[in-house]
């Protein structure tokens, strides 16, 4: 499973945008990026996934270089209720691997 | 549709004794993980199982874990006996498919161990 590289914390205010860059210099052909959102005393949950360039929900956008080696988790327009901490994760979806989350960013909105 | 739930949310017990975590995925979903968050580390995998059986439990970490799945639906995690360092939250997170990505988590277990 690639090792991947998040920065610690982040503080942004509401309204703002926030990208949230993780790097994964050892990515492998069929891994895919995903990103989990967790808030305190819950489970991470699932944000997005993608392969290459740039991928969009309705919460998030992931945008991806052609290298791959990292991958840019953008949160449009936070407000104080997406504080909580954010993984991205590297590996192949079609092989039972173990899901191993790094630390995280922590993502702290202030009013 | 009801979630995946656990249960204790918050267990203490002393250095020695057993606990058994229990874990009930959403209704239909073949695959059920198990995962730890140690204070202030990563969350780790322990094991998953497809249906009732073990797929993959190199993510345990010794012999006092025991984990089940009879009959494919809950799943239980038995800690015995249990050690200061067992102290930490433990998930449990079902998919619908072997390779389905959005796997949906459980709110988590508190393990205290004094």
């Known amino acids: 499973l690639a090792k991947t590289t998040q920065p610690i914390s982040m503080d942004s205010y509401e309204g703002q945008e926030v990208n949230i860059t993780c790097s994964h210099n050892?990515?492998?052909?069929?891994?895919?990026i995903t990103w989990y959102q967790q808030f305190p005393s819950q489970g991470p949950r699932f944000i997005i996934q993608g392969y290459k360039t740039k991928v969009t929900n309705e919460v998030a956008s992931l945008f991806i270089p052609a290298d791959r080696k990292s991958s840019t988790l953008s949160l449009p327009r936070v407000s104080l209720s997406d504080t909580a901490v954010y993984y991205c994760?590297?590996?192949?979806?079609?092989?039972?691997?173990?899901?191993?989350f790094g630390k995280g960013t922590r993502l702290h909105i202030l009013p | 549709e009801a979630g995946v739930t656990q249960f204790p949310s918050h267990s203490v017990i002393e250095k020695g004794q057993t606990v058994t975590l229990r874990c009930d995925p959403i209704?239909?979903?073949?695959?059920l993980y198990w995962y730890r968050r140690v204070m202030g580390k990563e969350i780790k995998f322990l094991l998953h199982f497809v249906k009732e059986s073990k797929q993959d439990e190199s993510g345990m970490p010794n012999n006092r874990f025991l984990a089940e799945r009879t009959g494919g639906t809950y799943s239980t995690l038995k800690v015995q006996p249990a050690e200061l360092e067992d102290s930490g939250v433990y998930f449990c997170a079902s998919s619908q498919e072997k390779g389905e990505d959005e796997q949906f988590f459980g709110p988590g277990t508190r393990l205290t161990v004094l």
């Open positions: 994760l590297v590996g192949d979806r079609n092989r039972d691997d173990k899901i191993i």
């Open positions: 050892n990515i492998a052909t069929n891994d895919y």
């Open positions: 209704s239909g979903h073949d695959n």
